[in-house]
């Protein structure tokens, strides 16, 4: 005998758990399934966001921090201190301890949207019939008039450099007993550069392969070029056209070869990571006879509005197409719960901002100059420096600038690249303008103020124009 529910999500993480709080917020008997399990063996709802992502990498982001501007940055502020120590379990039990209050904290929201939550493996078979396999062992089948697909995505784990206690993915650098004192890391994306940075932080001679000629070929080539130099400076090897073909472990270590210009080489670790990217996680998730198609990469294929062309099937998140991105997610799980409630829905792909947590900060929403340039968009930009901006400098943090772009004849802002502190923060004013379809001039003539880094905001826009006040033109 099947339950019979109005919406079943597949899914807990930022796309499902946010589907089914807003479908339920919205008077539909919702249900929610999970297959996850926490380090203490218990269902622990969130997604990689919250268990082993975003939110924990964030946590030791923070801890490395303070780590390092204790030992290399409070001096200039008169603050001295002698033999400062890193106590990792300690830094890893704070993280764990975040991460925990976070997952309760989706459980407990459940409990006061009336979301009922089921904790193993969703299938979907034909008929909207969703079949769980419960941690016990015992199956449990849900009937559904809405099945909201949100399986998310795993680590794409290399066939010569299988995950285990050396090698590694997001999960294992996240939860390391102790610094190693050689890290490698393949791939210098966001993950592979956030975490790079936490273990270097802590004293790990860390050296980054990434198989592109670029860096950050996605970012605008200045603000790419800035936080590689920045990079440097805080001893991070990043090694380009490095590409990686065998990671042998043996007693003394990971031994890694790759190819670059010069070569075959070598190289020995005592920890490698492999961030090169994440793949939708449908492995199971479709039973014969769905209708639902997947693409080459094994992506559930959806229309505009996330559907997936069978009645009452929709697909958000991770396994649909678009950036891979939590808040990316968050959106499309409220905007399908909108659209099934029958109100109106929709999530903006040209307007979803980028941030990698590093230091400094590197952010971006809309299109560089790159791109207009490719497809011969007529633009302008504007640029100011944090080292003219008095709060940045009075942070110590006078790294990196804010660049605008605009459309040339219509004065339409096109993208906003930000790198340097607090650029997580700032990148939302682009957002926003680009919204509201604004203009360079509106954010030009819009207050703010002083002294704040968001004025970096305001001089980039006037800069467009060269009236910027504090830089020449």
Known sequence: MSEQFDVVVIGAGPAGYHAAIRAAQLGLKTACIDAALGKDGKPALGGTCLRVGCIPSKALLDSSRQFYNLQHLFGEHGITTKDAKIDVATMVGRKDKIVKQFTGGIAMLFKANKVTPYYGFGTLHAGNVVKVKQHDGSEVELKATNVILAAGSDSIELPFAKFGEHIVDNVGALDFTAVPKRLGVIGAGVIGLELGSVWKRLGSEVTILEALPDFLAAADAEVAKTAAKEFKKQGLDIRLGAKVSKADVKKDGVHVTYADTKGEQAIVFDKLLVSVGRRAATKGLLAEGTGVKLD???????????????????????????????????????????????????????????????EPEIAWVGKTEQQLKADGTPYKTGSFPFAAIGRAVAMGEPAGFVKVIAHAETDRVLGMHLVGVGVSELVHEGVLTMEFHGSADDLARICHAHPTLSEAIHDAAMAVDKRAIHKAN
């Open 296 to 358: 080459a990469r094994g992506m559930i294929e959806v229309d505009e509005h996330c559907h997936t062309g069978v009645d009452g099937v929709w697909a958000i998140g991770d396994c649909v197409r678009g950036p891979m991105l939590a808040h990316k997610g968050f959106e499309e799980g409220i905007a399908v719960a909108e659209l099934i409630a029958g109100l109106p829905g929709h999530v903006n792909l040209d307007t979803i901002p980028w941030v990698i947590y590093t």
